[in-house]
Nanobody
Framework: QVPLVESGGGSVQAGGSLTLSCAVS???????LGWFRQAPGKEREGIAT????????TYSNSVQGRFTISQDSAKNTVYLQMNGLQPDDTAMYYC?????????????????????????WGQGTQVTVSA
């Protein structure tokens, strides 16, 4: 088990910014960390991953250019800087970690059944964007 704790969610107006944090109890040598979101009635969506060994990042089309994933390995923390927020960004945001694979599999894990791609998840933090 790898506990993860998200924080930083809240309510903002359209065009605003938020930074989410995810405290990870333990990094591993090949850690792949990701941010995901799930709106009511919708499937969980992968939005960004970072491959810890070389900080290679991948983004979904829906957030490319607006969101930035980063890490502070000394603090065992992953961040999601979100700019230009829109009402469609309203969702519960989750971070997750997987320890196997490489940079390519980390990027690929953003697609498909993300709940199966990542074995360890946080409890989520709510982001609400009003028009």
């Amino acid at each position: 088990q790898v506990p993860l704790v998200e924080s930083g969610g809240g309510s903002v107006q359209a065009g605003g910014s938020l930074t989410l944090s995810c405290a990870v109890s333990k990094y591993t040598a090949s850690a792949c960390l990701g941010w995901f979101r799930q709106a009511p009635g919708k499937e969980r969506e992968g939005i960004a991953t970072i491959y810890a060994p070389d900080t290679r990042t991948t983004y979904s089309n829906s957030v490319q250019g607006r969101f930035t994933i980063s890490q502070d390995s000394a603090k065992n923390t992953v961040y999601l800087q979100m700019n230009g927020l829109q009402p469609d960004d309203t969702a519960m945001y989750y971070c997750a970690i997987r320890s196997a694979g490489n940079a390519w599999t980390c990027a690929a894990a953003l697609q498909g059944r993300v709940e199966k791609n990542f074995p360890f998840w946080g409890q989520g933090t709510q982001v609400t964007v009003s028009a």
